[in-house]
């Protein structure tokens, strides 16, 4: 029902800046939760962050003042904004959407983040 495209990802330096885009199709993407998870090699996948259809967001502590997790509904979009990333942050950024109320949860691909010099 839902497709998830991240686009975004790359090399940046630390202390560097990226923000990851996440395209959606649906219908009814806005009625979903939106967030960005990242996993590194050899650990668990995490939360970074989330937006719900309503707007509340929620940051990892790891994250919080750091990153900035939007939607624009209209472009069936989702973006996460990043800023001074730090090299434990080079991760593989998933796209996901869930809609509890059907019991659906949907992945995108992933985009790879580098955080090195």
């Known amino acids: 029902q839902v497709q998830l495209l991240e686009s975004g990802g790359g090399l940046v330096q630390p202390g560097g800046s990226l923000t990851l885009s996440c395209a959606g199709t649906?219908?009814?993407?806005?009625?979903?939760?939106m967030g960005w998870y990242r996993q590194a090699p050899g650990k668990e996948r995490e939360l970074v962050a989330d937006?719900?259809?309503?707007?509340?967001?929620y940051y990892a502590t790891s994250v919080k003042g750091r990153f900035t997790i939007s939607r624009d509904n209209g472009k069936n979009s989702v973006y996460l904004q990043m800023i001074s990333l730090k090299p434990e942050e080079a991760d593989v950024y998933s796209c996901?959407?869930?809609?509890?109320?059907?019991?659906?949860?949907?992945w995108g691909q992933g985009t790879q983040v580098t955080v090195s010099t």
């Open positions: 937006i719900s259809s309503s707007g509340s967001t």
């Open positions: 996901n959407a869930r809609l509890n109320s059907a019991n659906a949860n949907y």
């Open positions: 649906g219908r009814i993407f806005s009625f979903y939760v």
